[in-house]
């Protein structure tokens, strides 16, 4: 059974940094991608990055300048890395297995399988 458990959101000053985790069990993660996506209040999900096991990754423009995607196989995990954080960050940050075609990264009705999200809130 699939399982990604999120972790690492919580509360922080605009400008400020986070790391977000997910672990993943249940599956061949090293030859998984994985995808962050997030949900702002009152918003749909928008698609934040991934990681393909040959470490090839992909941003939305938006946000490449800012956020970085990694993965350790070692230990089932990938780790999002927000700097200059905004209050338009503010959101619920889920990991999810990504789609076998890159071309599918933002068609994130297509996703099986999701964590549960952790909650980022960026405010002064």
């Known amino acids: 059974e699939v399982h990604l458990v999120e972790s690492g959101g919580g509360s922080v000053q605009p400008g400020g940094s986070l790391r977000l985790s997910c672990v993943a069990s249940?599956?061949?993660?090293?030859?998984?991608?994985m995808t962050w996506a997030r949900q702002a209040p009152g918003k749909g999900l928008e698609w934040v990055s991934a990681?393909?096991?040959?470490?090839?990754?992909y941003y939305p423009p938006s946000l490449k300048d800012r956020f970085t995607i990694s993965r350790d196989n070692a230990k089932n995990t990938v780790y999002l890395q927000m700097n200059s954080l905004k209050p338009e960050d503010t959101a619920v940050y889920y990991c999810?297995?990504?789609?076998?075609?890159?071309?599918?990264?933002?068609?994130?009705?297509?996703?099986?399988?999701w964590g549960q999200g952790t909650q980022v809130t960026v405010s002064s």
């Open positions: 249940g599956f061949t993660f090293a030859n998984s991608g």
């Open positions: 999810a297995i990504a789609p076998d075609n890159f071309r599918h990264l933002g068609m994130l009705d297509e996703y099986e399988y």
């Open positions: 990681i393909y096991g040959d470490g090839t990754r």
